[in-house]
């Protein structure tokens, strides 16, 4: 994966469903601004709406550092307001919901599982020149953490603001950083 870290992403044109709407949304939409992308297999499943209630319940942390959410599976902007309009989890989410029936973004991103015509768990953190910073693919059955994801990109958004410092294992915001340097070679 570690290809994809600094690698502009690649164009697309999907719909997605949003607050009661259908919209375009392409890749254009993503640059200049940070931005997730955070693939899922398939609506009305079962670990799926976990995470992404856990992403709805952290919204409003990431709109506060100026990130928006993109969820997307292989289903259509129909199902996501279907499954928006049935399901009480799914009902919190604010963040569009973007459907990619012909699988071209969730190819561009490489999580296509292609026998099953579904994504892997695959979440992208994308900086606002449009470049990929943090890649996460999980296994079918490992649902993952927003707030482990909020702090992964408090860790990009310092280390983007503060060119030389670079961020330690478990940093949060406030922690020190580093500044590498030869003197800190074989110290740490």
Known sequence: MANYINSEIKPFN???YQSGD???????????KWSVVFFYPAD?????????????DNYAEFQKLGVEIYS?????????KAWHDTSETIGK??????????????????????EEGIADRGTFVIDPEGKIQIVEINAGGIGRD?????????AAQYVAAHPGEVCPAKWKEGDETLAPSLDLVGKI
């Open 146 to 154: 927003a707030q482990d994801l909020l702090r992964k990109i408090k």
């Open 72 to 80: 997307v599976s292989t289903d259509t902007h129909f199902t996501h």
């Open 44 to 56: 009305f499943t079962f670990v799926c709406p976990t995470e992404l209630g856990d992403l709805a």
């Open 22 to 32: 259908f919209f375009d949304v392409s890749d254009a939409d993503l640059k200049g």
């Open 14 to 16: 999907a719909k997605a």
């Open 93 to 114: 989410i604010q963040f569009p919901m973007i459907g990619d029936p012909t699988g071209t973004i969730t190819r561009n991103f490489g999580v296509m599982i292609e």
